[in-house]
């Protein structure tokens, strides 16, 4: 599939989803603060942008595969065509 901004070849995508960390704190044998990872938490929200130059392909997983497979539904190729108008140097 090609970033349907810049034209440029994409294999894969950059796979972005905000997160809570939960992370015990305390203070170690020096007198220093320490975090110790305990558990993440995940949301909902996530993006899939383009590799190469960052704009953002889908917001969902079904989307985000679709768009990889060259599979795209018509709502996606509405946006993807206002990418392509807008085009720009990287």
Do not use: W
Not at 41 to 51: A, L, N, Q
């Amino acid at each position: 599939m090609r970033c349907p901004k810049f034209g440029t070849e994409v294999s894969y995508l950059h796979h972005y989803q905000d997160a809570t960390l939960f992370h015990a704190f305390d203070v170690d044998e020096s007198g220093e603060a320490r975090y110790k990872h305990k558990d993440t938490i995940g949301c909902e929200v996530m993006t899939y942008e383009c590799p190469n130059c960052g704009v953002e392909l889908a917001n969902n997983e079904e989307d985000a595969l679709a768009f990889l497979k060259g599979e795209i539904s018509e709502e996606m190729a509405t946006y993807f065509l206002e990418l392509a108008l807008e085009g720009g140097e990287k």
